[in-house]
């Protein structure tokens, strides 16, 4: 009795509060610091072009494409057409997607604190303020950032349909959420797949007619991707869908591994400009510290699974007796604290089919598991009776925490004082550089470490803006404006070699980047 008393003193209104003030504060910094400094890309662009084509009356039956040709869906575009109806300010744009993470965790841990053990709410709130990709994709407009909210409705409804079988909506709005993140991203599908699994193995699923109802309500949610692919797409003119199927058995680990670890923004890794933090001369350090709290992360979760699936034997559950899982409301009376883990469990055990797919991956496509990863371990503790196993588990969460919280501050404030400035916070300082001493339209060229990059349309969609704010004062010729980190004197000498090679009319250093306008010789 008396550990019940204690448990409750946590449980308060005043505990909730103050978890809402401290991830206010916390979350507010990071996305102060993060916002401002994150690139415009060629999703953004598009997604404000779209959108502006839907306010005009032309409504999309898909999105745009992905890097294997075919057509997305176009539930984004929905999504955000009516915030743009209002602005198209891409900082505004970049809030919503912070502003749907932190509604979706808040969701989560609301249903956390009222129908679980406290330790676990705990466990998913501090998670949830400190891992490192979910905080970077929840700071700017991407379609895949939008979906941990959905993500968090589904499971919030799926846990309370356990609860309560009789009101069959919850099974359907569950079902709803579940499609949305879908077509946000297509990797969500194995969710559907644990969806499905979880209800066999737990006995809930609804009876026939609602099943038929589901699939004529996920057609409804499909069909402008589906009346375009029928009735509007000229095959003869689409180019040829590039599969990656059984190509890269080894790339799904990668990426769930980098997903986990968040070390593939410990450096510039590719040709987008700020698609990573320019960490140098730190780069070492972090990695290893990041990867040490993956192998921390990655045994939590094994450890988290094995636990799970002992309780299979506490249920009597086997793979005998599917068929009469399939009897719609077929269920001996189950004990929802165990339902719970194994729900967990069977909405996460689909994930390992796309370590033997052999698909080429990248760390976003494991978005989905936002953040399911985090309730995954929020159930290991309390399901472990040995005290000291308990306090290893306690050990190696709270270690995963530390490390990538420290990460993931630490990276916030270096992009603040340190930014890109093609970042949506910092191109105005570009646009003043060409205003006053500019008297025509110079090329924009960013420099970085992997090379020179055009600032393309999307950039212009930027920079054009905030030139027409301003009055031109400039006299010079320019014919380009290199841009570039003044960390590249020191971490490329091939860059250092390259620039020296330059003779510049003028140079400016501003917010550690260095603004070079080339004349027309």
């Known amino acids: 009795m008396q550990k019940k008393t204690e448990t409750n003193i946590f449980k308060t209104n005043a505990s909730w509060f103050l978890y809402i003030g401290i991830s206010i504060c916390v979350l507010g910094s990071y996305y102060y610091c993060t916002i401002s400094a994150n690139s415009f890309w ?47 300010n891409v900082w505004t744009l970049y809030v919503s997607a912070a502003v749907t993470y932190v509604i979706g965790i808040w969701s989560l841990s609301w249903f956390l604190f009222k129908n679980r053990p406290f330790s676990e709410f705990l466990i998913f709130a501090l998670l949830s303020l400190t891992h490192v990709w979910s905080l970077f994709y929840s700071s700017f407009a ?28 919850l099974f359907h709005g569950a079902s709803v959420f579940l499609n949305i993140a879908f077509q946000l991203h297509t990797m969500s599908v194995v969710l559907i797949l644990g969806f499905i ?21 996920q057609i409804v949610l499909t069909s402008p991707w589906i009346i375009y692919h029928l009735f509007v797409i000229n095959w003869g003119k689409e180019p040829g869908y590039h599969s990656s199927l059984f190509k890269d058995f080894l790339s799904p680990l990668k990426a769930f591994l980098n997903y986990l670890s968040g070390t593939g923004l410990t450096r510039e890794y590719s040709p987008y400009l700020n698609y990573g933090t320019n960490t140098f001369p730190h780069e070492t350090f972090w990695r290893i510290w990041l990867s040490t709290g993956m192998w921390f992360l990655l045994l939590l979760i094994i450890w988290t699974l094995w636990e799970s699936h002992k309780l ?37 055990l ?25 309730l995954m371990l929020a159930i290991l503790p309390g399901q472990i009776r040995h005290s000291t196993k308990r306090k290893i588990a306690w050990s190696g969460i709270l270690t995963v925490v530390l490390i990538q919280g420290c990460f993931s501050y630490w990276r916030a404030v270096e992009e603040n004082r340190s930014p890109y400035l093609d970042d949506v916070g910092y191109t105005k300082v570009v646009a003043n550089v060409v205003s006053e001493r500019c008297q025509d339209n110079p090329q924009i060229r960013f420099v970085s470490e992997r090379g020179i990059k055009n600032a393309g349309e999307m950039f212009q969609y930027r920079f054009v803006p905030e030139l027409e704010e301003l009055t031109r004062e ?48």
Request: charged content about 15%.
């Open 197 to 217: 699994l979880a209800l066999l193995m737990l006995g809930k699923l609804p009876r026939y007619r609602h099943w038929f109802l589901q699939v004529g309500i």
């Open 42 to 88: 060629l999703d953004q662009y598009k997604l404000i072009e779209y959108s502006k084509e839907m306010l005009e009356g032309n409504f999309r039956l898909v999105g745009m494409r992905t890097s294997r040709l075919n057509w997305n869906f176009p539930m984004i575009h929905y999504l955000l057409t009516p915030l743009l109806a209002f602005t198209s």
């Open 350 to 374: 689909p994930t390992f089919l796309y370590l033997i797919s052999g698909i080429s991956m990248v760390p976003h496509y494991f978005q989905f598991l936002t953040p399911l990863v985090f």
């Open 142 to 169: 991407w379609p895949p950032n939008y979906i941990p909210l959905f993500v968090a409705l589904f499971l919030i409804c799926f846990f309370h349909y356990l609860r309560h079988t009789e009101n069959v909506w």
């Open 312 to 348: 299979l034997d506490t249920y009597a559950i086997t793979w005998k007796k599917l068929y009469l899982y399939l009897l719609p409301f077929y269920h001996e009376e189950t004990d929802i604290n165990r339902a719970y883990p194994v729900a967990v469990y069977c909405l996460f």
């Open 474 to 521: 400039g006299t010079l010729h320019c014919k380009t404006l290199l841009v570039f980190q003044n960390k590249l004197f020191a971490q490329s000498p091939v860059v250092n070699w390259y620039l020296k090679l330059l003779t510049p009319e003028f140079k400016l250093e501003t917010h550690n980047n260095h603004i070079w306008v080339m004349g027309k010789q």
